[in-house]
């Protein structure tokens, strides 16, 4: 279903219990329990102190996504007056409603059907055009994750509109009431505002970890409109054969609290080596600019900005790296930016809280030394 309790872990103890906004998590003889409305929001995971709650990677994945994208949804949907409404296909998903409603959809057209079970582009491609053809939103957003940027072009080819790819700024126009869709462009050197005057929806994907998720609102209710998943099995020419989980940990750099991140100004792979030691010693994920994934320090699933992650930690130490547009949007949101550099006029200067100017070969070890030293 998603989500599960590690019984060796579990204590009994009832945090999540008293966490689970939905009353779906219940302790039965010293365990918890997970009841079938469960909404996979994730709450019991966040107040679980033994590691013992399991959400799915998936499940949290596209959940956080979801959520931020409600959150500006609705922010966009209160300025034109209108309502907001999510999109929900799969099988067996209806306990998901409960969890969009309470951060903020008005409505969820609920399109179940046993072919939905897991994402396929075409059969997805063919729902999603339905519910455009006979709702006609007038704004329609999608998360800019793998399964968002496969999705969002497809289904604005089939309704003959544009799509705004990667924005991290939406808003409204006042004078018109159009989205204001604003994304990177011409190599990161500029913000670009897009609007769609002329073609409905006005369709984006929206970078995950940029916007803010919303606080849920648990007694908050709305209305399910069922879409009947008509899918004729023979336009499914794509068939899912097997599904392999990719376990390299970097994949947690963008649900990390702390990323320490490398760039050129560590000068050989043998030094960046003093990133992955304090990143352990931190319990942080390892990023790396660029040139320090081209240059093959680390692979690519580490990489922030642009063309690579976007974070948004509680805190980001940024060093060696000089802090170019393309690396700042991939982390500019991050709550504490601590920036060690030689260079006090580097860009990253700009947008760093705390700034160590001078050399990284006696900071880092130092800093390192010291945390090691208070840890033991
Ligand atoms: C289309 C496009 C997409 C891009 N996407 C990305 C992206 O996703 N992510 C990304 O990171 N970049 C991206 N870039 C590249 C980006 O423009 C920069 O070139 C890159 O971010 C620079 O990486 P850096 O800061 O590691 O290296 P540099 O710019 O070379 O900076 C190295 C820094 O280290 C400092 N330094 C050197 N020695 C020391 C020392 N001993 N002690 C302390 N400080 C020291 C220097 O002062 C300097 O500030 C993209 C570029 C383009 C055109």
Redesign the pocket.
């Known amino acids: 279903m998603g989500i599960e309790i590690i019984l060796d872990n579990c204590t009994g103890c009832g945090l999540c219990e008293t966490a689970c906004p939905f009353g779906q998590i219940e302790v039965v003889d010293k365990k918890a329990v997970i009841k079938s409305g469960c909404t996979l929001c994730g709450a019991c995971c966040e107040a679980c102190e033994f590691e013992a709650v399991l959400l799915d990677r998936l499940v949290s994945e596209l959940a956080s996504c979801v959520l931020e994208l409600l959150g500006e949804g609705r922010k966009l949907a209160d300025k034109l007056g209108e309502e907001l409404a999510a999109v929900l296909p799969g099988h067996q998903v209806e306990g998901l409603c409960e969890a969009l409603f309470a951060h903020g959809a008005d409505k969820v057209y609920l399109a179940e059907h046993e072919s939905l079970e897991a994402y396929q582009t075409e059969s997805y491609t063919a729902v999603l055009t339905a519910v455009v053809s006979q709702y006609k939103p007038s704004v329609f957003l999608f998360g800019a994750t793998t399964t968002g940027r496969d999705l969002a072009p497809r289904l604005a080819c089939r309704v003959r509109t544009g799509l705004t790819a990667d924005c991290t700024g939406l808003d409204i126009e006042a004078e018109t009431g159009l989205l204001l869709q604003t994304r990177p462009a011409w190599?990161?050197?500029i913000m670009a505002t897009i609007k769609t005057a002329n073609h409905r929806p006005q369709m984006a994907t929206v970078r995950p970890r940029v916007m803010k998720k919303p606080a849920s609102v648990p007694k908050r209710t709305g209305e399910i409109v069922r879409i009947p998943a008509e899918i004729n099995p023979k336009s499914i020419k794509a068939k899912r054969v097997e599904v392999i989980k990719y376990t390299d940990t970097a994949v947690q750099l963008d649900e990390a609290d702390i990323v320490v991140a490398?760039?050129?100004?560590?000068?050989t792979p043998e030094n960046f080596k003093m990133i992955e030691e304090l990143a352990e010693l931190l319990g942080a994920g390892v990023g790396?600019?660029?040139?320090?994934?081209d240059l093959g320090w680390k692979p690519h699933p580490h990489?922030?900005?642009?063309?690579?992650?976007t974070v948004g930690p509680k805190v980001y130490i940024?060093?060696?790296?000089?802090?170019?547009?393309?690396?700042r949007?991939?982390m500019e949101t991050s709550e504490i930016i601590v920036a060690?550099?030689?260079?006090p006029d580097?860009?990253?200067m700009r947008t760093a809280d705390y700034a160590a100017v001078?050399?990284?070969?006696?900071?880092l070890p130092a800093l390192i030394k010291e945390i090691s030293s208070r840890k033991k």
Do not use: E
């Open positions: 190599g990161g050197n490398g760039g050129r100004g560590l000068q790396a600019s660029r040139p320090a994934v990489q922030v900005g642009q063309t690579g992650k940024a060093c060696g790296i000089s802090g170019a547009v393309q690396h949007v991939g060690i550099n030689k260079d580097a860009p990253i001078g050399d990284l070969f006696q900071i």
